[in-house]
Nanobody, 123 residues
Framework: QLQLVESGGGLVQPGGSLRLSCAAS????????IGWFRQYPGKEREFVAG????????SYADSVKGRFTISRDNAKSTVYLQMNSLKPEDTATYVC????????????????WGQGTQVTVSS
């Protein structure tokens, strides 16, 4: 079974940091573009950050530019999302997704999805 598993979520204070991980099970992330999305209760999923298969291209939502950094380690089939200067509005379920084509911000283009990890930013 092909799966993506997120980890690293939790409760942090505003201004704090978290590092999320997205690990592949049953397949390697080599050759896949990876996107991070977040979903608020009762709202549509939104793009957060993405990285190309080579790591040479990245994309960020305007709301997280300068605060979040996406990176990948293909040898470990893992993608990371370093989140700094967290704000209460960052509170959401964060989900990673993979596709075997070029990086996109369009969720329906992704082939595999994880279950999500909860991030809560509150003082």
């Amino acid at each position: 079974q092909l799966q993506l598993v997120e980890s690293g979520g939790g409760l942090v204070q505003p201004g704090g940091s978290l590092r999320l991980s997205c690990a592949a099970s049953g397949f390697t992330l080599d050759g896949y573009a990876i996107g991070w999305f977040r979903q608020y209760p009762g709202k549509e999923r939104e793009f957060v950050a993405g990285i190309s298969w080579s790591g040479g291209s990245t994309s960020y939502a305007d709301s997280v530019k300068g605060r979040f950094t996406i990176s990948r380690d293909n040898a470990k089939s893992t993608v990371y999302l370093q989140m700094n200067s967290l704000k209460p509005e960052d509170t959401a379920t964060y989900v990673c997704a993979a596709r075997s084509l070029r990086l996109t911000t369009y969720a329906p283009h992704y082939d595999y999805w994880g279950q999500g990890t909860q991030v809560t930013v509150s003082s």
